[in-house]
Every structure is written in structure tokens, then in C-alpha cells.
Nanobody, 124 residues
Framework: QVQVVESGGGSVRTGGSLRLSCVAS????????FGWYRRGEGSQREFVAD???????NYGDSTKGRFTISRENGKNTVYLQMSSLEPEDTAVYYC??????????????????WGQGTQVTVSA
């Protein structure tokens, strides 16, 4: 059973920084891609950033230039470094692990796993 666990959330003031961590169990970490998403109160889920198994990254328009996603395969961990935080960044942040299609073609679903989320609160 794959587990995805986020940590590192908390409360900061505008302009502050936080680093979120996502630890995923199992021996499929190195060839999986990962994404960070967030959901603010009363809002829809929003894409934050993702990183491929090769280390290629993408960012949402609202986080580009302020957030950095990275991975450390030896620790089965993905990070989200968040800087210049704004009240609009307040949300529950979720980590998603996605297995490659070649793996699921052999082993079947599920293709993705989600964590329970970690709360980030930014005050003015």
C-alpha cells in the first residue's frame, strides 16, 4: 500500500517562507512524477507545481517565480519551497504521486496516490 504524507505546513506572515515535504512509500518513487495542488476555502483545487521523474518542472501561473519544486530520490521525498507568501496562498496543500503508464499497464490501477494535505496559512 503506497502512502503519501505531506508535512511542513504552518502559519506565516506575508512575505514569509515555508518548505513543504512529501514522503511517498514504496519502491516506485524514482520513476514516478509528483505534483503539488492546493485548495483554498470555498475554492476549487488549483495546480501549484509538478516534477517529472527526470526532474522537469512546471508551475502554475500564480506560483511561478515564488515556489520551487524539487525531489530527492534517495529520501523518497519531494519538496515545495515557498517564498514571498501572500494571503492568497492560504490553502490546504496536497501532494500527488503519479505512476507512469508503463507501470500501470503491467500492474494495473491505481495510477495516482494523494496525501491528506497540510494547511498553510498566510496572514497580512
Amino acid at each position: 500500500q503506497v502512502q503519501v504524507v505531506e508535512s511542513g505546513g504552518g502559519s506565516v506572515r506575508t512575505g514569509g517562507s515555508l518548505r513543504l515535504s512529501c514522503v511517498a512509500s514504496g519502491n516506485t518513487f524514482s520513476f514516478s512524477s509528483f505534483g503539488w495542488y492546493r485548495r483554498g476555502e470555498g475554492s476549487q483545487r488549483e495546480f501549484v507545481a509538478d516534477i517529472s521523474s527526470a526532474g522537469n518542472t512546471n508551475y502554475g501561473d500564480s506560483t511561478k517565480g515564488r515556489f520551487t519544486i524539487s525531489r530527492e530520490n534517495g529520501k523518497n521525498t519531494v519538496y515545495l519551497q515557498m517564498s514571498s507568501l501572500e494571503p492568497e496562498d492560504t490553502a490546504v496543500y496536497y501532494c500527488k504521486k503519479e505512476l507512469p503508464s508503463w507501470w500501470t499497464a503491467v500492474h494495473g490501477p491505481p495510477t495516482e496516490y494523494w496525501g491528506q494535505g497540510t494547511q498553510v496559512t498566510v496572514s497580512a
